[in-house]
């Protein structure tokens, strides 16, 4: 019988220090990757429109996450062999299954910000 992953967890599996699924954990959950995971979930773009895209980026944060997106099978780059230099991001299947999650947690944060920030201001009233 299989095992949910909701038993996994109770069992601390991603909460162990040794889970290699922290690692990915970490690389997904990161701000900009969050962010490149939902500019390239509808569409392919190249490295500009992107940066353009996940305002506030610097070209290196960009390009390092999107190696490890990479690296991890979330996304394909695809360069073209012109001049000048055309290379192009999109999700790989496995980067669309980790978007919808990503997806899912964009709306919640969304559809609850003002209730986020109302406990903000409490707690910095007290």
């Not at 980026?57 to 690296?71: G, I």
């Not at 394909?76 to 230099?85: H, K, M, N």
């Not at 999700?91 to 903000?120: C, F, K, M, Y």
Request: aromatic fraction near 6%; include cysteine.
């Amino acid at each position: 019988m299989s095992e949910k992953l909701s038993e996994k967890f109770s069992r601390g599996e991603l909460l162990n220090v040794n889970c290699p699924s922290r690692d990915v954990l970490k690389r997904v959950t990161s701000r900009w990757s969050v962010l490149i995971l939902l500019a390239l979930q509808d569409q392919t773009l190249r490295f500009s429109a992107l940066r353009r895209a996940v305002g506030g980026v610097s070209e290196r944060m960009l390009a390092q996450n999107l190696r490890y997106l990479e690296e991890d099978g979330f996304v394909q780059r695809i360069a073209y062999d012109v001049v000048p230099p055309h290379v192009e991001y999109r999700l790989t299947p496995l980067g669309r299954e980790v978007s919808e999650q990503v997806v899912g947690l964009a709306d919640w944060l969304e559809l609850n910000l003002s209730r986020i920030l109302a406990q903000r201001e409490k707690s910095a009233a007290e």
